[in-house]
Structure formats: C-alpha cells, structure tokens
C-alpha cells in the first residue's frame, strides 16, 4: 500500500542551525502539506502547497520557514534558523483529488 | 476559526469494551476525519464521514455525525489492548481548505 515516508525520522540540532525535512508524499497525490505537533499538544497545520506554490500557511509559517517540491518527488520543509520551541513532531501530508489525507511517521525535531 | 475537540480527554476500559470518544466543531464543515496515533508515532487516516452523510462503518470502527449539532463521534467495538492510542478528530471547512485538529482523546485498553 502507498505511503507517505519522512526522512529523518529524529533530528537533533542547534538553536541557529537550518534544518532541512524530507517527505515524499505518495506518487500520484496533488496536494501536500506539513503540520507540527509540539509534545503533548495537538497537531497544528503549517502550510499547504499545490501545483508548485504555496496555497496556504498559517501564522506559525513564518519567513524562517519555506517548502520546495525540487524534483518532483520530494517536498521539503526547511527552517532557516532554528528556535528552542520549533522543538516539535513535523509531519508531512498528502492527498489525492479525494478527501482523505495521509500522513508520514513524522520527524522529530530537537532543537538545544 | 473552527476547532475539533474531543472528548474526553483520556478513556480507559477494558478489552472487550466499547470505546465511544466525541467530537465537537464550531463551523460548518465539509467533512470530518478520524485519525489514531500510537504514542510518539504518525498519524493513521481511520475513516472519513461527508457533510451529508450521517454514519459509516469501517471493521471494528463506527462513526456519526450530526451537523446540526456540530457533533461526531466514534466508536470501536471489541476494544483490544492494541487500540490503545490517542485518537484525533479533524475537520475539513471546504475542497482544499486544511485540515483542523482536536487535541484527542487517549485511550487505554487494558487486557
């Protein structure tokens, strides 16, 4: 069965570092999507992209945050500088023209 | 903006039970999702119910939905030990709009 995969599954790194998350979603979906779950709390949407742009973000999704499908396979989630409380569980997303969405296992992010 | 809160916030019952965990919205949606995270884990798609539809099965799993009362719920019959997760409601406004979670109940079944 199709699947969403997340690489790296935990990622540790220091508080100014860029970081760099890696999904890719399964082949034939349209939409993608990265949320976050900070620890014990609930999942928080990030951002949406389509067609190769953004089609919404949330406030969380500021300028230190950017996505890029590079290749047509892969969908990133890059964070310039990281911050102490960007320290979450990212999970990529993605669905079809069908409403159902799926999620990757998730990387997660420690920031020290 | 809209939210999915579940209740309650933790279950605990034993195998062979049925789970019953509830859901609240505060706009009109276009569909509502039911996913289970194991503890630490990604998030598992369980099943999706329309705007129009009222209630729908999948195995063990049962879900309603009562937009005049902005409510869903889902039930799993025959609980087993492996059930045990958080499981999270998340509603869809329109097509592309995101999805918005609850914060989810935990459910411990015990054997």
């Known amino acids: 069965e199709p699947e969403v995969t997340q690489t790296p599954s935990h990622q540790v790194t220091q508080m100014g570092q860029e970081v760099i998350l890696r999904c890719v979603p399964i082949?034939?979906?349209?939409?993608f999507y990265w949320y976050r779950q900070i620890l014990g709390q609930k999942v928080e949407f990030l951002v949406s992209f389509y067609n190769n742009e953004i089609s919404e973000k949330s406030e969380i999704f500021d300028d230190q945050f950017s996505v890029e499908r590079p290749d047509g396979s892969n969908f990133t989630l890059k964070i310039r500088s990281t911050k102490l409380e960007d320290s979450a569980m990212y999970f990529c997303?993605?669905?079809?023209?069908?409403?159902?969405?799926?999620f990757g296992p998730g990387t997660r992010l420690t920031v020290t | 903006s809209q939210q999915g809160e579940e209740d309650p916030q933790a279950l605990s019952i034993q195998e062979g039970e049925n789970a019953t965990m509830n859901c609240s919205y505060k706009?009109?949606?276009?569909?509502l999702q039911w996913y289970r995270q194991n503890s630490g884990r990604g998030l598992v798609h369980l099943i999706l119910i329309r705007s129009n539809e009222r209630e729908k099965h999948s195995g063990r799993l049962r879900v309603t939905l009562d937009t005049s009362k902005k409510s869903s719920s889902l039930l799993i019959t025959a609980s087993r030990a492996a059930d045990t997760a958080s499981y999270f409601c998340?509603?869809?406004?329109?097509?592309?709009?995101?999805?918005?979670f609850g914060k989810g109940t935990r459910l411990s079944v015990i054997a």
């Open positions: 997303a993605s669905r079809s023209g069908v409403d159902e969405q799926y």
């Open positions: 082949s034939n979906h349209l939409y």
């Open positions: 706009t009109s949606i276009n569909n």
């Open positions: 998340a509603t869809r406004n329109s097509g592309n709009t995101p999805l918005v």
